[in-house]
């Protein structure tokens, strides 16, 4: 099985850099995705990684390490429509993913 | 290309009652799968589904089921409700098995059990 571990909750100002850490415990591991979810919204998918390194994606980076089995997800010049609650994913065969309790972030201006 | 369709987006059900859900997925997706969120317990998978066969389960009783059709669209349903059945029900769809992960989740269907 598998055990996700991430903040219940970070909050920082707008245009600056947030780290959300995620540490999970698991067998079978194939990666770590990240999904944003605003309020009343369905999960949508940011980054995913295979390798351990980072994946740059616009604004977004997300980060394994497959040793330390820790991976976090990098934003960076926060607007205020990045609030919102940020869950890191293990993945399993057949798209099985266990989620983390999720990161809520909050932006203030 | 249309996103994965979820209806209804919105119920409300008494305990005891059964509930069929339905999911639409993108279109060439044949992987379906399934999760319920709950504030308590979080995102948790349900099961999965590919070429109309589950493919993978998660911890539900048996009160939870679902199928997938030829087109790939698919249904869950939970029988016997309880007042704990009350979440939002996500649907998600992929190309094909363990693709990057990267599923693309409907907009859920919020079930309210009284």
């Known amino acids: 099985g598998q055990s996700l571990e991430q903040p219940s909750e970070v909050t920082a100002v707008e245009g600056a850099i947030v780290q959300i850490n995620c540490t999970y415990q698991t067998s079978g591991f194939y990666g770590l995705s990240w999904y944003q979810q605003h309020d009343g919204g369905a999960p949508t998918f940011l980054s995913y990684?295979?390798?351990?390194g980072l994946e740059e994606t616009g604004r977004f980076s997300s980060f394994l390490s497959r040793s330390d089995s820790y991976g976090y997800l990098l934003l960076q010049e926060l607007q205020m429509k990045d609030s919102a609650s940020y869950f890191c994913?293990?993945?399993?065969?057949?798209?099985?993913?266990?989620f983390g309790g999720g990161t809520r972030l909050m932006v203030k201006p | 290309k249309a996103g994965v369709t979820q209806t209804p987006r919105y119920l409300i059900k008494t305990r005891g009652q059964q509930v069929t859900l339905s999911c639409s997925p993108i279109s060439g997706h044949r992987s379906v799968s399934w999760y319920q969120q709950t504030p308590g317990q979080g995102l948790q998978f349900l099961f999965e589904y590919f070429s109309e066969t589950q493919r993978n389960k998660g911890n539900f009783p048996g009160r939870f089921s679902g199928r997938q059709f030829s087109n790939s669209r698919s249904e869950m349903n939970v029988s016997t409700l309880e007042l704990g059945d009350s979440a939002l029900y996500l649907c998600?769809?992929?190309?094909?098995?363990?693709?990057?992960?990267?599923?693309?989740f409907g907009e859920g269907s919020w079930l309210t059990v009284v």
């Open positions: 990684n295979a390798l351990d």
């Open positions: 998600a769809s992929s190309l094909a098995g363990a693709e990057g992960n990267t599923i693309y």
């Open positions: 994913a293990g993945g399993n065969a057949g798209n099985m993913l266990t």
